[in-house]
Protein backbone atom coordinates (compact mmCIF):
# COMPACT_ATOMS: atom_id res chain seq x y z
CA UNK A 1 0.00 0.00 0.00
CA UNK A 2 1.35 3.46 -0.40
CA UNK A 3 2.97 5.28 2.79
CA UNK A 4 3.37 8.60 1.66
CA UNK A 5 0.13 10.44 -0.18
CA UNK A 6 1.18 14.02 -2.64
CA UNK A 7 -0.97 17.12 -2.44
CA UNK A 8 -1.61 18.26 -4.83
CA UNK A 9 -1.84 16.11 -7.58
CA UNK A 10 -0.63 18.87 -10.04
CA UNK A 11 0.66 22.32 -10.09
CA UNK A 12 0.88 24.47 -12.73
CA UNK A 13 2.99 27.89 -11.80
CA UNK A 14 4.70 30.89 -13.92
CA UNK A 15 8.72 30.46 -14.43
CA UNK A 16 9.92 32.64 -10.96
CA UNK A 17 7.06 31.36 -8.59
CA UNK A 18 7.70 29.38 -5.81
CA UNK A 19 5.91 25.70 -5.88
CA UNK A 20 5.04 23.95 -2.42
CA UNK A 21 4.12 20.86 -2.26
CA UNK A 22 3.11 18.20 0.89
CA UNK A 23 3.61 14.83 1.98
CA UNK A 24 1.53 12.94 4.86
CA UNK A 25 2.38 9.57 5.44
CA UNK A 26 1.23 6.75 8.27
CA UNK A 27 3.93 4.95 9.68
CA UNK A 28 6.85 5.81 11.92
CA UNK A 29 9.98 6.79 9.46
CA UNK A 30 13.48 6.75 9.94
CA UNK A 31 13.95 9.39 6.89
CA UNK A 32 11.49 11.14 4.64
CA UNK A 33 13.17 11.76 1.29
CA UNK A 34 12.39 13.91 -2.29
CA UNK A 35 12.60 12.50 -5.36
CA UNK A 36 12.29 14.00 -9.04
CA UNK A 37 11.46 12.47 -11.63
CA UNK A 38 11.62 13.74 -15.93
CA UNK A 39 9.49 12.38 -18.09
CA UNK A 40 10.91 9.26 -19.69
CA UNK A 41 13.64 9.04 -16.95
CA UNK A 42 14.16 7.24 -13.89
CA UNK A 43 13.82 9.17 -10.75
CA UNK A 44 16.55 11.61 -9.25
CA UNK A 45 17.50 12.00 -5.38
CA UNK A 46 17.00 15.37 -3.87
CA UNK A 47 17.40 15.62 -0.59
CA UNK A 48 16.87 13.56 2.56
CA UNK A 49 15.69 14.55 6.10
CA UNK A 50 16.19 12.33 9.30
CA UNK A 51 13.29 12.10 11.72
CA UNK A 52 14.87 14.12 14.32
CA UNK A 53 15.14 17.60 11.79
CA UNK A 54 12.52 20.03 11.25
CA UNK A 55 13.82 21.74 8.31
CA UNK A 56 16.56 21.51 5.82
CA UNK A 57 17.89 23.53 2.55
CA UNK A 58 19.93 22.51 -0.63
CA UNK A 59 20.14 25.18 -3.45
CA UNK A 60 16.38 26.35 -4.15
CA UNK A 61 14.57 23.39 -2.05
CA UNK A 62 13.63 23.70 1.25
CA UNK A 63 12.17 20.63 2.83
CA UNK A 64 10.24 20.55 6.19
CA UNK A 65 9.13 17.27 8.05
CA UNK A 66 6.21 17.34 11.45
CA UNK A 67 6.81 14.01 12.66
CA UNK A 68 3.77 14.89 15.22
CA UNK A 69 1.44 15.54 11.86
CA UNK A 70 3.51 12.79 10.18
CA UNK A 71 3.76 15.52 7.08
CA UNK A 72 6.44 16.97 4.99
CA UNK A 73 6.93 20.07 2.65
CA UNK A 74 8.90 20.28 -0.55
CA UNK A 75 9.29 24.18 -1.37
CA UNK A 76 10.86 24.80 -4.58
CA UNK A 77 12.04 28.54 -4.66
CA UNK A 78 12.24 30.87 -7.76
CA UNK A 79 11.17 28.10 -10.00
CA UNK A 80 12.62 27.19 -13.68
CA UNK A 81 11.68 25.88 -16.46
CA UNK A 82 13.68 22.79 -15.85
CA UNK A 83 11.82 22.53 -12.47
CA UNK A 84 8.58 20.96 -14.47
CA UNK A 85 8.81 16.89 -13.19
CA UNK A 86 6.84 14.53 -11.22
CA UNK A 87 7.58 15.47 -7.40
CA UNK A 88 7.77 12.08 -4.96
CA UNK A 89 7.91 12.32 -1.58
CA UNK A 90 9.33 8.39 0.22
CA UNK A 91 9.70 7.17 3.70
CA UNK A 92 12.12 4.90 4.76
CA UNK A 93 10.78 3.07 7.79
CA UNK A 94 14.42 1.25 8.01
CA UNK A 95 12.99 -1.89 6.80
CA UNK A 96 15.28 -2.21 3.38
CA UNK A 97 12.58 -0.47 1.19
CA UNK A 98 10.99 3.11 0.63
CA UNK A 99 7.54 3.43 0.11
CA UNK A 100 6.63 6.55 -2.45
CA UNK A 101 3.96 8.16 -2.63
CA UNK A 102 1.72 8.82 -6.32
CA UNK A 103 3.66 11.95 -6.97
CA UNK A 104 2.70 15.73 -7.62
CA UNK A 105 3.38 17.11 -11.38
CA UNK A 106 4.72 20.58 -11.48
CA UNK A 107 4.31 22.42 -14.97
CA UNK A 108 6.49 25.51 -15.05
CA UNK A 109 5.17 27.93 -17.66
CA UNK A 110 7.93 30.44 -19.08
CA UNK B 1 30.18 5.84 -15.60
CA UNK B 2 26.47 5.43 -15.59
CA UNK B 3 25.94 4.45 -11.83
CA UNK B 4 22.50 2.28 -12.39
CA UNK B 5 22.49 1.07 -15.63
CA UNK B 6 19.28 -1.09 -17.28
CA UNK B 7 18.64 -3.42 -20.31
CA UNK B 8 17.01 -2.59 -22.80
CA UNK B 9 15.33 0.35 -22.95
CA UNK B 10 12.26 -0.62 -24.28
CA UNK B 11 10.69 -3.85 -24.39
CA UNK B 12 8.49 -5.30 -26.78
CA UNK B 13 6.34 -8.26 -26.56
CA UNK B 14 3.59 -11.00 -27.26
CA UNK B 15 1.63 -12.08 -24.49
CA UNK B 16 2.87 -15.98 -22.70
CA UNK B 17 6.39 -15.09 -23.70
CA UNK B 18 9.11 -15.43 -21.51
CA UNK B 19 11.56 -11.57 -20.63
CA UNK B 20 14.37 -10.33 -19.10
CA UNK B 21 15.73 -7.15 -17.56
CA UNK B 22 19.21 -6.60 -16.20
CA UNK B 23 20.36 -4.01 -13.94
CA UNK B 24 23.99 -3.38 -13.04
CA UNK B 25 25.79 -0.89 -10.50
CA UNK B 26 29.27 0.34 -9.60
CA UNK B 27 28.27 2.06 -6.89
CA UNK B 28 29.53 -0.17 -4.89
CA UNK B 29 26.42 -0.68 -2.58
CA UNK B 30 25.23 -3.56 -0.82
CA UNK B 31 21.47 -3.63 -1.83
CA UNK B 32 19.22 -3.04 -5.00
CA UNK B 33 15.82 -3.11 -5.80
CA UNK B 34 12.97 -3.57 -8.88
CA UNK B 35 9.93 -1.54 -8.62
CA UNK B 36 7.31 -1.29 -10.99
CA UNK B 37 5.24 2.18 -12.10
CA UNK B 38 2.33 1.85 -13.57
CA UNK B 39 0.32 4.29 -16.38
CA UNK B 40 -0.89 6.01 -13.35
CA UNK B 41 2.79 7.04 -12.12
CA UNK B 42 2.56 4.38 -8.77
CA UNK B 43 5.57 3.32 -7.74
CA UNK B 44 5.75 0.14 -5.92
CA UNK B 45 8.44 -1.85 -4.64
CA UNK B 46 8.77 -5.63 -6.01
CA UNK B 47 11.82 -6.99 -4.82
CA UNK B 48 15.06 -5.79 -2.58
CA UNK B 49 18.04 -7.97 -2.57
CA UNK B 50 20.65 -6.68 0.21
CA UNK B 51 24.28 -8.56 -1.07
CA UNK B 52 23.04 -11.18 -3.55
CA UNK B 53 20.05 -12.03 -0.87
CA UNK B 54 17.13 -11.74 -0.99
CA UNK B 55 15.44 -9.36 1.53
CA UNK B 56 12.14 -8.23 0.29
CA UNK B 57 9.11 -10.23 -2.20
CA UNK B 58 6.26 -7.86 -2.25
CA UNK B 59 3.76 -10.28 -2.74
CA UNK B 60 4.69 -10.38 -6.29
CA UNK B 61 3.53 -13.20 -8.51
CA UNK B 62 5.85 -15.90 -9.18
CA UNK B 63 6.11 -15.56 -12.87
CA UNK B 64 8.76 -12.66 -11.60
CA UNK B 65 12.41 -14.14 -10.63
CA UNK B 66 14.88 -11.82 -9.34
CA UNK B 67 18.65 -13.37 -9.57
CA UNK B 68 21.19 -11.31 -8.10
CA UNK B 69 24.61 -13.01 -9.58
CA UNK B 70 26.53 -10.89 -7.35
CA UNK B 71 26.01 -7.52 -5.57
CA UNK B 72 26.59 -5.47 -8.39
CA UNK B 73 24.04 -7.39 -10.42
CA UNK B 74 20.38 -7.79 -10.28
CA UNK B 75 18.35 -9.07 -13.00
CA UNK B 76 14.80 -9.59 -13.91
CA UNK B 77 12.87 -12.55 -15.33
CA UNK B 78 9.17 -12.56 -15.94
CA UNK B 79 7.81 -15.83 -17.55
CA UNK B 80 4.29 -15.87 -18.67
CA UNK B 81 3.84 -12.42 -19.64
CA UNK B 82 0.71 -10.95 -19.17
CA UNK B 83 -1.02 -7.16 -20.23
CA UNK B 84 -1.15 -6.56 -17.06
CA UNK B 85 2.26 -6.46 -16.60
CA UNK B 86 2.97 -3.50 -19.01
CA UNK B 87 4.51 -0.51 -17.45
CA UNK B 88 7.92 1.01 -16.60
CA UNK B 89 10.21 -1.03 -14.41
CA UNK B 90 13.06 0.08 -12.61
CA UNK B 91 16.14 -0.94 -10.95
CA UNK B 92 17.84 1.54 -7.95
CA UNK B 93 20.55 0.68 -5.53
CA UNK B 94 21.56 1.95 -2.13
CA UNK B 95 24.12 1.84 0.75
CA UNK B 96 21.20 0.63 3.60
CA UNK B 97 23.38 1.98 6.53
CA UNK B 98 24.00 5.52 4.94
CA UNK B 99 20.99 6.55 4.79
CA UNK B 100 19.03 4.52 2.39
CA UNK B 101 19.35 7.38 -0.39
CA UNK B 102 18.45 5.53 -3.64
CA UNK B 103 19.95 5.64 -7.16
CA UNK B 104 17.72 4.62 -9.97
CA UNK B 105 18.26 3.18 -13.31
CA UNK B 106 16.86 4.70 -16.64
CA UNK B 107 13.96 2.25 -16.55
CA UNK B 108 13.00 0.13 -19.13
CA UNK B 109 9.58 0.18 -20.67
CA UNK B 110 7.71 -3.37 -21.02
CA UNK B 111 4.76 -3.23 -23.49
CA UNK B 112 3.23 -6.86 -23.66
CA UNK B 113 0.78 -6.78 -26.23
Known amino acids: SQQGEEDPQALSIQEGENATMNCSYK?????LQWYRQNSGRGLVHLILIRSNEREKHSGRLRVTLDTSKKSSSLLITASRAADTASYFC??????????FGAGTTVTVRA | DTAVSQTPKYLVTQMGNDKSIKCEQN?????MYWYKQDSKKFLKIMFS???????INETVPNRFSPKSPDKAHLNLHINSLELGDSAVYFCASSQVDSGNEQFFGPGTRLTVL
Open chain 1, 27 to 31: TSINN
Open chain 1, 90 to 99: ATDANDYKLS
Open chain 2, 27 to 31: LGHDT
Open chain 2, 49 to 55: YNNKELI
